[in-house]
């Protein structure tokens, strides 16, 4: 009879075979060659037409808490007024406040999270967002179209300014701007270059899965991660995050799950054995609620899909296409652009690229 430490070796080494076994099959769907998309030549019309916006948009008064009222308007009690947009150590990090473990909470993952703040200085996560009483905001999505509208001098007038995953400046900074205050990632979408990493901005982790907190503390250390933590990544993660430790923050998760369960009203969690129920809100929309918690008010840049045109461009960085998205299992994009039309409508955003309801989608298509 076989003892049991043996028994679990086995299945040890049968989960990490399986596991292998599903990222190589994953890195080669990956490597097979996949549909270019061109960017299309911008008219000249529409470039005026949302610089124009934009500019009235910053002109306005801000209104103090603007967003955040707003929001508590339309969701009530599915908006919370008093969540903080990054985590911090104290009486509220518990079990009791977390009932879900990543990424809608840190169920299980308490002392983890603990032990990671300790490695960055105790400091006001808030800070460096002070600078006025009345803050705007502007997350600035990944989208194609943004390419071509020469946005760049408009979005870096905001005062925070919210960027996500890998998305790059240098070189796009004309359509897209300089500044990035906060830029909000998890492992996967990190930038590689340092180029896109700023002395003073703020680096917000989001975390999806267990293997995310130990290359979060590998970031903290500048250590470097073992080759077995690196296989639980679906593709290369940074090797170095080149920005102080005072600079790092922690999403709160409960940031996610108001996003998800709350306000799109997605299915609550359940135990699987692999990834999620096409619950888990894409880190824009999500970006987009963390911005009304932390901003007066708010504006969004380069949002919208258009899947009704699968050959257009996904992003304005790269040459990859529209239909990728619609083949997500792991986001609802038409729920969530119901969400995002809803906000606009209701004046709770501002849409200064127009892609929320497509009033440019025509013009994007020449």
Same mark, same amino acid.
């Given at each position: 009879?076989?003892?049991?430490?043996?028994i679990?070796?086995?299945?040890?080494?049968?989960?990490?075979?399986?596991?292998?076994?599903?990222?190589?099959?994953?890195?080669?769907?990956?490597?097979?060659?996949?549909?270019?998309?061109?960017?299309?030549?911008?008219?000249?019309v529409?470039?005026?037409?949302?610089?124009? @916006?934009?500019?009235?948009?910053?002109?306005?008064?801000?209104?103090?808490?603007?967003?955040?009222?707003?929001?508590?308007r339309?969701?009530?009690?599915?908006?919370?007024?008093?969540l903080?947009?990054? $985590?911090?150590?104290?009486?509220?990090l518990?079990?009791?406040?977390?009932?879900y473990?990543?990424?809608?909470?840190?169920?299980k993952?308490?002392?983890?999270?603990?032990?990671l703040?300790?490695?960055?200085?105790?400091?006001?996560?808030?800070?460096?967002?002070?600078?006025?009483?009345?803050?705007?905001?502007? &997350?600035?999505?990944?989208?194609?179209?943004?390419?071509?509208?020469?946005?760049?001098h408009a979005?870096?007038?905001?005062d925070?300014?919210?960027?996500?995953?890998?998305?790059?400046?240098?070189?796009?900074?004309?359509?897209?701007?300089n500044k990035t205050?906060?830029?909000?990632? @998890?492992?996967?979408?990190a930038?590689?270059?340092?180029q896109? @990493?700023?002395h003073?901005?703020?680096?917000v982790?989001?975390?999806?899965k267990?293997?995310?907190?130990?290359?979060?503390q590998?970031?903290?250390?500048?250590?470097?991660?073992?080759?077995?933590?690196?296989?639980?990544?679906?593709?290369q993660?940074?090797?170095?995050?080149?920005?102080?430790?005072?600079?790092?923050r922690?999403?709160?998760p409960?940031?996610i799950?108001?996003?998800?369960?709350?306000?799109?009203?997605?299915?609550?969690?359940?135990?699987?054995?692999?990834?999620w129920?096409?619950?888990v809100?894409?880190l824009?929309?999500?970006a987009?609620?963390?911005?009304?918690?932390?901003?007066?008010?708010?504006?969004?840049?380069?949002?919208?899909?258009?899947?009704?045109?699968?050959?257009?461009?996904?992003?304005?960085?790269?040459?990859?296409?529209?239909?990728?998205?619609?083949?997500?299992h792991?986001?609802?994009?038409?729920?969530?652009?119901?969400?995002?039309?809803?906000? &606009?409508?209701?004046?709770?955003?501002?849409?200064?690229?127009?892609? $929320?309801?497509?009033?440019?989608c025509?013009?994007?298509?020449?």
């Amino acid at each position: 009879m076989r003892r049991p430490s043996s028994i679990f070796r086995t299945a040890s080494r049968f989960a990490g075979v399986f596991l292998l076994s599903l990222c190589i099959v994953y890195f080669v769907k990956l490597s097979l060659p996949s549909k270019k998309c061109n960017m299309k030549n911008v008219d000249p019309v529409r470039v005026k037409r949302t610089q124009i @916006y934009a500019k009235e948009v910053l002109e306005r008064t801000c209104q103090p808490s603007f967003a955040k009222k707003e929001m508590y308007r339309l969701f009530r009690e599915k908006y919370s007024m008093n969540l903080a947009s990054f $985590i911090s150590d104290g009486p509220h990090l518990n079990e009791s406040s977390f009932k879900y473990g990543p990424p809608f909470g840190f169920h299980k993952y308490i002392e983890v999270v603990r032990s990671l703040l300790k490695l960055m200085p105790d400091k006001d996560l808030t800070e460096p967002l002070k600078s006025k009483t009345c803050k705007r905001c502007i &997350v600035v999505g990944n989208g194609g179209i943004l390419h071509g509208l020469q946005m760049g001098h408009a979005v870096d007038q905001y005062d925070i300014v919210i960027r996500l995953n890998n998305a790059p400046v240098h070189g796009f900074a004309k359509d897209v701007g300089n500044k990035t205050t906060i830029r909000m990632t @998890y492992p996967e979408g990190a930038p590689v270059s340092t180029q896109e @990493y700023h002395h003073n901005g703020l680096f917000v982790a989001v975390f999806f899965k267990s293997v995310d907190f130990r290359w979060l503390q590998a970031m903290l250390k500048n250590e470097s991660l073992s080759m077995w933590n690196r296989m639980f990544f679906w593709k290369q993660v940074a090797e170095n995050i080149p920005v102080q430790a005072k600079q790092f923050r922690i999403l709160n998760p409960l940031i996610i799950k108001e996003t998800a369960i709350d306000i799109l009203q997605y299915p609550e969690p359940r135990d699987i054995w692999w990834g999620w129920d096409k619950n888990v809100p894409t880190l824009g929309c999500t970006a987009v609620v963390m911005a009304t918690h932390l901003c007066d008010e708010v504006s969004l840049a380069g949002f919208g899909y258009d899947l009704s045109q699968l050959g257009s461009p996904l992003h304005y960085y790269d040459d990859r296409c529209m239909a990728e998205m619609k083949e997500s299992h792991t986001h609802d994009v038409t729920q969530e652009t119901k969400l995002l039309q809803t906000l &606009v409508k209701e004046g709770v955003v501002k849409d200064i690229t127009g892609g $929320i309801h497509c009033q440019f989608c025509n013009d994007a298509r020449r």
